[in-house]
């Protein structure tokens, strides 16, 4: 079965510090890994996936993050972090794009001025 | 750009009511599911829904629940019988779209649903 932990319900964070919100998956097969931003009463919007090449992968609004097989993490970083990026994340985990994603309890993110 | 879109946003049911959820995924999607989020709890699926039949459902989703496509563009959860413990956000999704990228779900914005 996979799981998805993030550690952390709630990170804040001064506007121009680096963001990193930490995501360890438990996968039997090959994981597909999302990390989703939920802005307050809204739906969920992909910030980026891995699904297979490169490690490092890019999102939108200066996110990125690393898949670190060894590690079984999917850790997200923003290096400056900004008032707008104030909202809750998910990293989620699936076997496939079309099979159902299995989510973590999400981060809230605080930015301070 | 394309978007998923869901009706009502917020519903307010009395215990042991019906209620239908409404969906209109993105229209060349061949994948649709249903989540849910308790408030203050993750995100949990549902059932997903391809070629016209569930392809997957969880253990939440009991006799109770029901989803349709009745007409090639809307995609419904009915919870026949309404009790407390399902008031929730729901969330509809749509992946898989012919000619577009195939493995990313794309979420509406929920539809709140209050059972007292």
């Known amino acids: 079965a996979q799981s998805v932990t993030q550690l952390g319900s709630h990170v804040s964070v001064s506007e121009g510090a680096l963001v990193l919100l930490r995501c360890n998956y438990s996968s039997s097969v090959p994981p597909y890994l999302f990390w989703y931003v939920q802005y307050p009463n809204q739906g969920l919007q992909l910030l980026l996936k891995?699904?297979?090449?490169?490690?490092l992968v890019k999102g939108i609004n200066g996110f990125e993050a690393e898949f670190k097989k060894s590690e079984t993490s999917f850790h997200l970083t923003k290096p400056s972090a900004h008032m707008s990026d104030a909202a809750e994340y998910f990293c989620a985990v699936s076997y496939s794009g079309n099979t159902p994603l299995v989510f973590g309890k999400g981060t809230r993110l605080s930015v301070i001025a | 750009e394309p978007e998923v879109t869901q009706t009502p946003s917020h519903q307010v049911t009395q215990m042991g009511q019906e209620v239908i959820l409404r969906c209109v995924p993105i229209?060349?999607?061949?994948?649709f599911y249903w989540y849910r989020q308790i408030l203050g709890q993750k995100v949990e699926f549902l059932v997903s829904f391809y070629n016209n039949e569930i392809s997957e459902k969880s253990e939440i989703f009991d006799d109770q629940f029901s989803v349709e496509r009745p007409d090639g563009s809307n995609f419904t959860l009915k919870i026949r019988s309404t009790k407390l413990e399902d008031s929730a956000m729901y969330f509809c999704?749509?992946?898989?779209?012919?000619?577009?990228?195939?493995?990313?779900?794309?979420f509406g914005p929920g539809t709140r649903l209050t059972v007292l």
């Open positions: 229209s060349n999607h061949l994948y």
């Open positions: 891995y699904t297979t090449g490169a490690t």
């Open positions: 999704a749509s992946s898989g779209g012919q000619g577009a990228i195939v493995d990313t779900q794309y």
